[in-house]
């Protein structure tokens, strides 16, 4: 039962698609293989719950629990491997924390390294004897937690950050390529190497008020797309809203011009790539759209709902092979087929006015989503499902879904 919005996600899916975190009021559920393991008790009062899976898939980085030996916000660390069947919540934690805040410290975020080897926080700091606030960016190397680093130290506040943590997401593991943090600043976009020896502001864009920011997979590509939910205005006057593609690499010549504008409406609720890198995909309440990152604008694809009154678009994701992007539509499950253009229904859970679906993610060919059923404004029961597909046809007949549903 989630009560109040405690939680954006009912789950939190491995990489590789061999394990899975169903989040409960009072803690978690972790499912590897054929074992449940309930991890109760806690108090968890941070929204989002930002679990992040470790390029391994074994380890999940967390905000630690409040217990009175933490009473401020922690990052803590599980291995999902070493978890006991038996744990009972007076048993101690599954997790060790290895980063804490303090009265001048206060970390809003986190993210792996694609080689696996740091967790980057982000943070914001006051100065108490010249009362001044800075924007850090802060390495945990795993070796060594008790001795972070900083890497980036700006006045102000540092927007957002991200490291390309796409080159695993789809359960590739950690990378051994050399790679880059981008982050937001008033003062501009920049990027940054793992060690903070090489920061580089690559635009005088203010970059604030992103609500998206993800890395093209490819290992070769250092592109950005970024999704600006509230305009900003460069020192040439332009301004900045919607969804924008950035070749990093090109900034060094072109300046901003190597921005190029994909969609100006700022009603999008999901971006990112497709799982090797093809198509840049943005989704909002009514449609979903996809392009090539070298493709023209003329050559955006929309797809819209297939037919009106199903509810809103509340999810996309693509196979693996790029083949086929599934949409949560309401409370019924589509699969677009790229090849054939073709889109079907293949599953539908509750009433319209009741149930909707969310967070659709493909694992070889089962398909994983969230069914919601609103019980009234503050009361939402979320459950997952799994649905099985066999190998997809070449053209589907018209509402007829693949073999093995």
Not at 4 to 14: D, E, L, R, S
Not at 214 to 219: D, L, Q, V, Y
Not at 271 to 281: A, E
């Amino acid at each position: 039962m989630m009560m109040g919005n405690w939680t954006f996600h009912a789950y939190v899916m491995a990489p590789d698609g061999k394990s899975n975190i169903i989040h409960l009021h009072d803690g978690m559920e972790v499912i590897r293989g054929n074992q449940r393991i309930k991890l109760t008790g806690w108090e968890i009062p941070y929204n989002p719950r930002d679990l992040m899976w470790h390029p391994d898939c074994k380890q999940v980085a967390m905000w630690a629990p409040v217990t009175k030996e933490e009473p401020r916000r922690a990052i803590a660390l599980m291995d999902v491997t070493r978890l006991s069947p038996s744990y009972r919540p007076e048993d101690p934690p599954p997790y060790k924390v290895i980063y804490r805040s303090t009265e001048q410290r206060s970390p809003f975020g986190f993210e792996w390294s694609p080689q696996g080897d740091a967790l980057f926080v982000v943070e914001s700091v006051y100065e108490p004897e010249t009362s001044t606030y800075f924007g850090e960016i802060v390495r945990v190397d795993l070796s060594r937690p008790d001795k972070p680093r900083t890497i980036v130290r700006l006045p102000g506040h540092i927007d957002f950050f991200m490291p390309p943590v796409s080159r695993f997401e789809r359960g590739e593991g950690p990378s051994p390529r050399p790679y880059f943090l981008i982050f937001g600043h008033r003062e501009g976009l920049f990027y940054v190497d793992p060690e903070g020896k090489q920061a580089r502001r690559v635009s005088e864009i203010p970059a604030v008020g992103l609500h998206n920011v993800e890395w093209n997979p490819r290992e070769d590509k250092n592109e950005v797309t970024l999704f600006f939910r509230r305009p900003v205005v460069s020192s040439d006057g332009r301004t900045f809203a919607g969804v924008w593609v950035v070749d990093i690499g090109a900034f060094e010549k072109q300046g901003d011009a190597a921005l190029r504008s994909l969609y100006d409406g700022r009603d999008i609720h999901t971006l990112w790539y497709s799982p090797r890198g093809t198509y840049i995909t943005w989704a909002s309440p009514n449609a979903v759209w996809f392009q090539p990152p070298s493709a023209k604008e003329d050559q955006i694809v929309r797809i819209d709902p297939p037919a009106p009154g199903l509810g809103e678009v509340k999810g996309a994701t693509w196979s693996d092979d790029e083949s086929r992007l599934a949409l949560t539509i309401g409370n019924t499950v589509f699969v677009y087929v790229l090849a054939t253009k073709d889109i079907y229904q293949v599953a539908s859970f509750g009433e319209t006015s009741s149930h909707f679906c969310a967070e659709p993610r493909w694992v070889g060919n089962d398909l994983f989503l969230s069914v919601f059923e609103d019980a009234g404004a503050q009361r939402k029961k979320p459950g997952t499902r799994q649905l099985r597909f066999g190998k997809p046809k070449p053209k589907p007949e018209s509402g007829e879904a693949p073999d093995g549903q």
